[in-house]
């Protein structure tokens, strides 16, 4: 069994967006609540005050959620060792991970080995662009299978469709049902979540956890 568990939601906190007092009123009362994501696209090197006062404040498992080898510090309980397969440059299918290698050693930190998918959500965004990668097209059900088919054999601990901040779409439920019934593999989806109906739907579909950001950036949230 995954050791995080499943059927929970993981809250994406973003350092440049609020400050951790603030985010962490904002998700105060959420039941199923079952970790904190910390990422963000453009930070280096100045969020890991924010981290150890997040850790102060919370007891649940904090894991970065990696933009750069630059955010890594000691106060993560885990890092999401992530691998775009999506897509097809280099430094984000391995050049980053090299980087990062001696870091987590040193850091004595967890990983999990994930595979990262993004999937079209209707919008342009800001993984796409750093990353420069396409997302694999939403209705290309065989293509995403075969994705995390290739993830599974390469053995990849966890998958995670994503859609990207703010999609206007979100990754389709029947994807979720197909790669969870054909892979296996724990499964973590995120990317425009906003209602509590989302998230229910994901987990009847299959999700073991559903990623939350934007939804939590403001305290009028309907999860």
Same mark, same amino acid.
């Given at each position: 069994?995954?050791?995080?568990?499943?059927?929970?939601?993981?809250?994406?906190?973003?350092?440049?967006?609020?400050?951790?007092?603030?985010?962490?009123?904002?998700?105060?009362?959420?039941?199923?609540?079952?970790?904190?994501?910390?990422?963000?696209?453009?930070?280096?090197?100045?969020?890991?005050?924010?981290?150890?006062?997040?850790?102060?404040?919370?007891?649940?498992?904090?894991?970065?959620?990696?933009?750069?080898?630059?955010?890594?510090?000691?106060?993560?309980?885990?890092?999401?060792?992530?691998?775009?397969?999506?897509?097809?440059?280099?430094?984000?299918?391995?050049?980053?991970?090299?980087?990062? =290698?001696?870091?987590?050693?040193?850091?004595?930190?967890?990983?999990?080995?994930? =595979?990262?998918?993004?999937?079209?959500?209707?919008?342009?965004?800001?993984? !796409?662009?750093?990353?420069?990668?396409?997302? %694999?097209?939403?209705?290309?059900?065989?293509?995403?299978?075969?994705?995390?088919?290739?993830?599974?054999? %390469?053995?990849?601990? =966890?998958?995670?469709? !994503?859609?990207?901040?703010?999609?206007?779409?979100?990754?389709?439920?029947?994807?979720?049902?197909?790669?969870? !019934? !054909?892979?296996?593999?724990? %499964?973590?989806?995120?990317?425009?979540?906003?209602?509590?109906?989302?998230?229910?739907?994901?987990?009847?579909?299959? =999700?073991?956890?559903?990623?939350?950001?934007?939804?939590?950036?403001?305290?009028?949230?309907?999860?």
């Amino acid at each position: 069994m995954w050791e995080l568990g499943s059927g929970k939601i993981w809250v994406l906190y973003d350092p440049d967006k609020l400050e951790v007092e603030e985010f962490y009123r904002n998700i105060r009362g959420l039941n199923d609540l079952g970790a904190i994501l910390v990422g963000t696209s453009f930070s280096e090197g100045d969020i890991c005050p924010k981290v150890k006062k997040l850790k102060e404040l919370s007891d649940y498992p904090v894991i970065l959620f990696p933009g750069s080898v630059y955010q890594l510090c000691p106060y993560y309980d885990y890092v999401l060792f992530l691998s775009l397969i999506s897509g097809r440059n280099p430094e984000y299918l391995i050049g980053e991970h090299v980087k990062a =290698a001696p870091l987590i050693k040193k850091f004595n930190l967890r990983v999990i080995p994930t =595979a990262y998918l993004l999937i079209d959500g209707g919008t342009y965004t800001a993984t !796409e662009f750093i990353t420069n990668t396409k997302p %694999l097209p939403r209705n290309k059900f065989d293509l995403i299978l075969a994705h995390c088919l290739a993830a599974k054999y %390469l053995g990849f601990s =966890a998958i995670y469709l !994503e859609a990207g901040s703010g999609a206007i779409l979100n990754v389709p439920y029947e994807v979720v049902n197909l790669v969870k !019934e !054909e892979v296996g593999l724990p %499964l973590i989806v995120g990317g425009g979540i906003r209602l509590r109906e989302q998230v229910d739907k994901y987990f009847s579909s299959g =999700a073991d956890i559903v990623v939350i950001g934007s939804a939590f950036e403001d305290d009028d949230r309907k999860i």
